[in-house]
């Protein structure tokens, strides 16, 4: 089975992922993961995307795309696999069709849907302390007492990235980026949407059921 899961930052989409691989009995990357990995074996692509992102540049789609094969061409991996975020522009779902059409393409791609108010809910609550960095979230982890640290009484703050701002133009480039894949693999037939609002144990169950179904 090889999945592609999609989905915007605060869909749960990570743990998702985890999960379905684990159901599947295939693993879960991501391209953070086949960055860091090439970087780490210090292979030829490792080297290309580090000399692109130090003159703060980005890694071409080639170059991930090369990665992604790589790891896709793995015997460990001939039986599936869960791509977490991959591809996220149409020209990458392009070259990745191009390239996987030898060994059958994707069987299905999953996204979990989630409304921007309820995005920018779920992004924008966390807080951490000054002094002891635990993370709290005003909704789901609240400290005891507002603005103050459970463990240290410490200072509790925002982010830069967490702020509203911040957070609602990250929402908007990923819906710009990610509407043509989506349509792209909604005109392939193996578009399988599901609802990202529910508890996390339904998300996971619907997810199950729209990889068999
Ligand atoms: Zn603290």
Not at 172 to 197: C, H, K, S
Request: with cysteine.
């Amino acid at each position: 089975m090889r999945v592609i899961l999609m989905g915007p930052p605060g869909s749960g989409k990570g743990t998702q992922a985890t999960s379905i691989a684990s159901n599947l009995g295939v693993d879960a990357v991501s391209s953070g993961d086949l960055f860091r990995d090439n970087q780490r074996r210090d292979t030829e692509l490792g080297r290309l995307a580090r000399s692109y992102m130090e003159r703060g540049a980005y890694v071409p789609d080639e170059v991930t795309i090369k990665m992604v094969m790589d790891w896709i061409s793995n015997p460990a991996h001939s039986a599936g696999f869960v791509l977490d975020g991959f591809p996220r522009t149409h020209a990458q779902a392009e070259a990745l069709d191009a390239e996987m059409k030898a060994l059958g393409g994707v069987d299905r791609v999953i996204f979990i849907k989630v409304s921007e108010d309820e995005l920018i809910r779920r992004l924008t609550g966390r807080q951490i302390c000054r002094d002891c960095q635990t993370p709290y979230h005003i909704h789901f982890s609240p400290s005891k007492t507002e603005g103050k640290c459970d463990n240290c009484g410490g200072e509790l703050y925002q982010r830069d990235d967490d702020k509203a701002d911040v957070v609602t133009t990250r929402i908007q480039v990923y819906n710009q980026e990610t509407e043509p894949v989506v349509d792209y693999y909604r005109q392939a037939g193996i578009l399988r949407e599901v609802d990202g609002e529910q508890d996390v144990g339904d998300v996971g169950k619907a997810m199950n059921a729209a990889i068999g179904g």
